[in-house]
């Protein structure tokens, strides 16, 4: 279709300014603009392709070859080189932040996040959201809304559901933000007994595949509860982080905008804080060459807590405890072991240094420090329970 | 085909060191160097990948589906994800570095730019160069080039056009630059009445797409002349612009070697200022969710001002007035509107503050304000018109 | 296959927390933990897609067409845009640091580099390290370790084969490292009459390809041994060296960990050091418009010498010097030449400034100067002498 449209001519010296329709676009809610029941369909599909899902396991110093060697990843029965679960939950959890959280106060937490179905290049993945529950904690005080959302690809399949909580102020006489959609919305199939569609050739790949040179130390065998895993490198944070907010499509200017970062108050204050997503991606990184190098697949997490933000010059480490090891469900039985791991991000100090200086208390969740009468940890930035699905090396 | 190379053996010890041959070799033209009907064909091509394509969109914070979701993209009735024109713009003005402007001492505007046809993954774009004129301005003063440019894919088709005017220092008797080229030229194929190639089954997709519950404020109808809108968000530019200007392809050292930005002298001086058309594709960006969401083309834009230099540290943010708005020509006329928008980029401050700041004036374009006994605004960075296609709600 | 995982409970706070099972994984080796003879098979091979092949050659700067326009590359017989061999080189090295030199001192120098095959997208590349000597110095002395690296492709074809000298401390009482693989090694097939695989096409494409209207100064005829390129445009680095490092799939912490690198003593000691790769890679995309604009080929590199560190922060530039210029051997004797350079990069000072300085002694080789009685060059950062096969202009 060719279409001719007239030379472009100089407009703006011959037309009038006036102020009168002067308009401030806002997006995100706040509290009193989400209604348990509520569907969002969120904005921006995301198209995977060969090119971000391998740019996403580098920069994250992902060791795991199942997301950076294609003839590995066909070995194990995936068609292509299948993105990271954590590329796919920072992308999924991006797409939400324009109706989900591009106003809220905090980010509480990630619970139930399950890992349903492989994303390959060439599939995109769009995300709903549910809200599920509104708290609210009197005047003046900001409220608690829980949401379940849903990362769905082009076929209609969830590849991932998980939940979140969120603290989020009234909106009082402030500009209003996204309306809800007219657009008659589909349905929220979220699964409470969920299935994960694995390769069909997995398991008979797992007999056949010779044992790697690789990975001498995380098969299954080499776990066992109680152990505990200290990373040593870290990795130093720069102002990338700025770019790589929008390359997993998180819209959030806390993350990339200073003078927005440095009017907020509080320790949210001053440079643009990494967005959480990518703190984790970093961590799991940084402890994949200890932990998952034989993962076949990151099953899900739950009771997942930024406990400190993170900044450009800040160097971060993680550790891991081994919570427990049991084999996996059905025909993988004897091929592969869920191992649980409780996973701790520190920053600004060796994981080798905090587990020296701290011990034990590393490993108690920061929220019930109050209780049990004890200081929270001022360089602990992450926890999370990760559940992995590890090969046994038979 | 196998070809046997000696073994490599040490050299550089028994070769003796004469410094009687030594080359400086340089790019770029001074004034005396531009003819007027010269043609330049410049080195380089440029290949678009997915990956490129995708990555461009994704770091200048793009928002419109049509360069981030194969499947909206493809329910348009384009073939595959289309690099945006922006990137289209970049490239061209980039590969044509070498040969227009690496010695050239400003960029003074862009001028009638018009996107003639979609580039896909798989396309290879080159570009060429006409002189049109050359002004001088006394000894000692420097003169003005004017250029056309055109943009040309692997079939010969023109992808863009569009002309800058630059200010030339004469050579003097400094070193020669890049001669020109003894091979026969091909034709340079500007229009004056451009066609917009677009995809064929645009018009009926349009009838067919579902309103998507995305975009709910960037319809044609949502936008009338006099409209003022306020990008809200702002980028923090890092260093990370020194990389992002090769990857384009643009090769002047003003953007990337601080021994070279800082031997410069008044304004330019100090670290490496940021390439205008990064600059350019970041508030094009910064604005897509206001504005462009739902486009379905740029058309083009004239009368593109920089008005100061961006440097890494600086955030930058983007506000929009509609000029115009006008039923698409063609088969288009029911489902797309034409709007033309004068498009500001400031920096450092919001957008918000500069519009209560400054009000109306932000809007006088910069070179007009003497005549107009104003101040020039010190925090604005950079005046443009842009025609945009724009979906009707309908 | 679906596999039914229960829902993930949390378990942490019930789990006893235990100190006793606590492990801290090293990676590389020490000084009594080379065996001559040994063969390591390294881990994670590399996927080579367009994305990461396009995105190096940008990255690094090349102005040579055939690693940045496909049309070109086909032109020339290449079925799709190849890797540059200096990606190649980047990530063979990189993929062997974990076995090889994740715990060395020093690395000394890269010998008897050459590139067998190009590697194209879809390509995955292995690594294996074959150790050939060791030399002890005494007690308290680190030792000498040298070792020749292989890649190898899907295919099981060399693309390139090098050596490295490493100076290595002893392990003493420090903890143990990877240890020796179990699973039968493969035969190490190092080429000493080393034959390149160059496209089928290639001379026919040769002599009918239409001299191109770029690369003016940089055919075979534009250079003589004597020669002396100052390569005028500098780059600087920035703090996204550190993600580049993890790019390439080098995981040595010295490149990306504040806190180790601010804990190595002398003057490796302070903020993450440039990946010597990387430095490379730049300087040759410095000297590349200059250079090898016309080369088809990167034959191989010898006697390469880091001779200081680079940092965020500094500005690197490059000269070459033309040692010999001989007509290619076999079918390519007129339509090529091989050219050896001695190629030198400095840093914070620019290449013209340097050779004013230093004169002759800028190509010295810096371990030659103590007995010819002359200073080292406190900006020259490397030294190397690359063999290009280059096109004749005929």
Known sequence: MAIKFPAQQELAPSNEISLSNVRHPQYGRYLEEYVPGQLFVHPRGFSFTQSNIDSFSRTYMQCNPLYLDLEYARAHGFSQLPASPQMVFNVVLSLGVQNDSEKVIANLGYYNAQFLAPVYPGDTVRAMT????????????????????LGVNQRCEVVLQYERKLMVAYRGDRLPTTPLSSVALPAFPWQTEASVKLPDGLATALRHVPTSVTGWNTYAEDFKAGDIIVHNNGRTISDEHFALTYQVGNTHPLHYDRIYSSAQSGPM?????????LVYAWLEGLASRDLSENALWEIG???GYHTQPAFAGDTVFALSRILAVSDAPGELKDLASVVTVQFIGVKNITSAKALEQYGADLFIKENDKKDLGKEKIKEKIFEIERQLLIKKRG
């Open 130 to 149: 549910m809200v599920t529950d509104r708290k609210e904690r009197g005047a003046d005080k900001p409220g608690i809304v829980t949401i379940r959302t």
């Open 301 to 303: 997490f739950t009771e």
């Open 269 to 277: 204050s001053g440079n643009p804080i990494v967005y959480g997503g």
